[in-house]
């Protein structure tokens, strides 16, 4: 994913909830991320881009059991702070933290229609 296509994304999916703090992208290993403007980070750049790396490896542990469960949609986490979200896309993750008060269902299933949209033009 180049950096056009990664700022498109973004920006859609920013644009899905005011309550969305960070989108971050692992792609072929690689890690595209950026924080809403005027939020700032519970997590330092270190501690961002490998909690980046590790929802990647929880991901591919998920996956060994598609053939008992069916495909994976997304992940989620809730702490004290923070709600963040793991979504699958083609050859990576997106992930998605978010405000704690944020609705679930509605960001989730917009956030798949964006991610659906994006890789499906």
């Not at 881009?49 to 986490?77: C, H, N, Q």
Request: one cysteine or more.
């Amino acid at each position: 994913m180049n950096e056009q296509e990664f700022d498109e994304l973004v920006d859609r999916i920013f644009s899905i909830d005011k309550k969305i703090r960070f989108v971050g992208i692992v792609d072929d290993k690689v890690s595209h991320y950026k924080m809403k403007q005027g939020t700032t980070s519970y997590l330092t750049k270190e501690e961002t881009e490998e909690a980046l790396t590790d929802a990647m490896k929880r991901w591919e542990i998920r996956k060994k059991y598609v053939s008992k469960l069916g495909d994976p949609f997304y992940a989620m986490a809730m702490y004290e702070k923070t709600k963040r979200f793991t979504l699958p896309i083609k050859d990576g993750l997106v992930c998605i933290s978010t405000e704690i008060d944020i609705d679930n269902d509605d960001m989730i299933s917009r956030a798949l229609n964006e991610i659906q949209k994006h890789f499906h033009r």
